[in-house]
């Protein structure tokens, strides 16, 4: 007896779910008329019903869920190769001897061997791999979090003018910035990754992770600023270099002007010689011409006019 009480119950909340259903659904339906009577385009007035808003959600769900497989394979794809590179140098000093002859070898010795093998890996993440080469340590979990803050934190690369060199310097350094800056993380990520193993029941001190992002982020961007330096006494020596080049040109010319050389120079000389004057000309910075006031016409005094009549 108490089931079919139970029963009956269950059917009389479910006519009343589907009453109250049907009553907002033609609640809805009359909104929307009444939309379209005031004068409201059918589409807008549609558009803002709850069915409708519904399928959005769905649809922004949805392209969540394939964003987030998509970058899942592409990690994979990344700690594939990563992980590649790491079972490499572990199988290197994977005996003391080995280890001897690895410890041995200079910076630049282990960086041409890695490069050799694992070249594009070394190029897309290069302080990932300092830290498995020259550290000795390596993170997958570490790893996965450093390619999921590469993605927020990504560099606006905005279309700039060709001729806009300001705003080209300015793009350029925040993307810097920004590298340095997700790299900083994984330096952090890594830090955590082995203090847990080596601590699992510790709780991490936040002042000892800033510590570790501002240490990591100061020389990395003391790295890039030692680069522009370095960039801009290359390009001072380059231009040094290419007037020192361009004086002697010209002494050539001159000295080949003065003693009449070029009368017995064949037709392909005389023509190199051309282009050699062409292109010392063109290196040479325009000299700005003098602006020439023109003199107006001095008019005779009134006295000369009176002779001359």
């Known amino acids: 007896m108490s089931t079919d009480v139970q029963d009956l119950k269950k059917l009389k909340n479910a006519k009343k779910r589907a009453k109250a259903k049907a ?16 004068g409201v385009p059918v589409e807008l007035a549609i558009s803002n019903s709850p069915e409708v808003e519904a399928k959005k959600e769905e649809a922004k769900k949805e392209a969540k869920k394939q964003d987030e497989a998509k970058n899942k394979e592409i990690d994979d794809i990344a700690c594939t190769a990563v992980g590649k590179l790491w079972k490499y140098v572990l199988s290197i000093v994977d005996t003391p001897e080995k280890k001897k002859r690895w410890g041995e070898l200079s910076d630049r010795d ?42 927020k934190n990504r560099s606006d690369m905005r279309p700039v003018d060709p001729h806009d060199v300001e705003g080209r310097k300015a793009m350029k350094k925040e993307a810097q910035k920004n590298w340095c800056i997700n790299n900083a993380w994984y330096s952090v990520y890594l830090w955590e990754a082995y203090k847990r193993i080596e601590h699992p029941n510790v709780r991490l001190d936040p002042r000892s992770r800033r510590g570790v992002y501002a240490n990591s982020l100061d020389l990395l961007m003391k790295e890039f600023g030692d680069m522009d330096e370095l960039k801009e006494t290359a390009e001072i020596t380059v231009k040094e270099r290419e007037d020192r080049v361009t004086k002697q040109a010209v002494n050539e010319v001159v000295g080949s002007l003065k003693d009449g050389a070029y009368k017995n120079f064949d037709i392909q000389d005389k023509l190199a010689l051309l282009e050699l004057l062409k292109s010392i000309t063109a290196a040479q910075p325009e000299t700005k011409k003098k602006k020439t006031r023109k003199r107006k016409p001095k008019l005779p005094s009134e006295d000369q006019v009176v002779k001359e009549v």
């Open 110 to 151: 282990k960086t041409k061997l890695i490069d050799a093998n694992f070249k594009d890996v070394t190029n897309l993440y290069p302080i990932v791999c300092k830290y498995i080469v020259f550290a000795g340590q390596y993170s997958e979990t570490a790893f996965r979090r450093y390619l999921v803050q590469c993605r």
């Open 23 to 38: 009553k907002a659904a033609a609640k809805r339906e009359q909104e929307i008329v009444d939309k379209v009577t005031a």
